[in-house]
């Protein structure tokens, strides 16, 4: 699977910022899941977004309702709509897509020393 993230950029605190994500090579099958991780320096990545198969959307507590997560199938694309970003949200962002997972499992990429990440792209949160 070859993913391509773009988008990032610098903004100030309570900007937005819609970060894309092309991927390709990968199997849609029944069930799976894609979604976004990020990684601030010197910091574990952690999961952002999810959404799987059915289009069921999973964040964790501190997006606290700021980030909104989409994919357009049709266009090979996942999507990441920010807003009212924090100084805390810098960081590089990274898109991952799993075959036969839910959120659940797919959060597990980020301690995956296996994982193949792609290039990602900066956000930066300053004012």
């Known amino acids: 699977v070859l993913v391509v993230e773009s988008g990032g950029g610098s903004v100030q605190p309570g900007g937005s910022l819609r970060l894309s994500c092309i991927v390709s090579g990968f199997i849609y099958t029944d069930v799976y899941s894609m979604g976004w991780f990020r990684r601030a320096p010197g910091k574990d990545p952690e999961g952002v977004a999810c959404?799987?198969?059915?289009?069921?959307?999973n964040y964790p507590a501190f997006v606290e309702g700021r980030f909104t997560i989409s994919k357009d199938n049709a266009k090979n694309t996942l999507y990441l709509q920010m807003d009212s970003l924090k100084p805390e949200d810098t960081a590089m962002y990274y898109c991952a897509a799993e075959a036969l997972v839910r959120c659940g499992l797919f959060w597990t990429i980020a301690h995956n020393p296996d994982h193949v990440w792609g290039q990602g792209t900066l956000v930066t949160v300053s004012s």
């Open positions: 959404i799987d198969s059915e289009g069921v959307t």
